[in-house]
């Protein structure tokens, strides 16, 4: 197993992934610190459990409303969510979930 140094809302932590997925790691925080900073912005000072709450539940928002237009366009296209783009989302899905989890 790897440890990563990843930085979010300007501070520091130590996250242990599979060897080889340290780069992933660093770009899966890069876009979770993307989201904290810009509800910082809007926010103001706020907790930092709670800013990161905040950053969790947006993603998640995004994640579903990304999965809600992909069956639409499943439905579109008569393609099941059993289908290539469908598995590629739920694998994505699942990597989110899995590292959202070891933080």
Known sequence: M????????NQTYTITCDDGQEERLKELASFFDSHVQSLAAKVGRIADSRLMLLAGLTICDELREAEARLRDVEAERGVTSEDGAARVIEAAADKIREVAGRM
Do not use: D, L
Request: hydrophobic share 50%; charged share 0%.
């Open 2 to 9: 790897a440890q990563v140094q990843i930085s979010i809302n």
